[in-house]
């Protein structure tokens, strides 16, 4: 199955989005361990995006999923970020932001992030089955 939806950069568009993947899972009957692992994943990129992507007004979701894996892509047309800062970046125990790239990574498989500045940025994370 796959999705593409075009959504607006508001706060409102995250559950729009999470409620989107619940049902696509659930059609296909997928594990629970797993549905809940990318519905915090799909959660924080597209939070990331409302926060972050200044300049741009929507912002793309893009689902793939089948029997044994699902993909996903959050794409918008923002400012842009530096990946190579944002990868290696870590949060500290006590801090309250900047978790939402490393919950992708620990939830993630084949996490990939792009950007340009000035021209958008592209969050990419896959999760196999059980």
């Known amino acids: 199955m796959s999705v593409r939806v075009n ?15 619940r049902c696509a899972l659930s059609v296909l009957h997928i594990d629970r361990q797993s549905g809940d692992d990318l519905e915090i994943a799909i959660t924080e990129a597209c939070a990331n995006v409302v926060r972050h992507a200044c300049g741009a007004e929507s912002f793309e979701v893009r689902l793939d999923v089948g029997e044994d894996r699902c993909a996903i892509d959050v794409v918008d047309d923002g400012a ?22 490393y ?6 498989e084949n996490v990939r992030m792009h950007s340009t500045p000035r021209r958008g940025s592209l969050i990419h994370f896959e999760k196999s089955f059980a």
Do not use: N
């Not at 706060?11 to 993947?21: H, I």
């Open 7 to 21: 959504l607006p950069r508001e706060a409102d568009s995250v559950p729009a989005v999470r409620r989107l993947l």
């Open 80 to 101: 842009g970020f530096d990946p190579v800062a944002q990868a290696t970046q870590t949060p500290g125990e006590t801090s309250e932001r900047g978790r939402g790239l």
């Open 103 to 108: 919950l992708i990574k620990a939830l993630g």
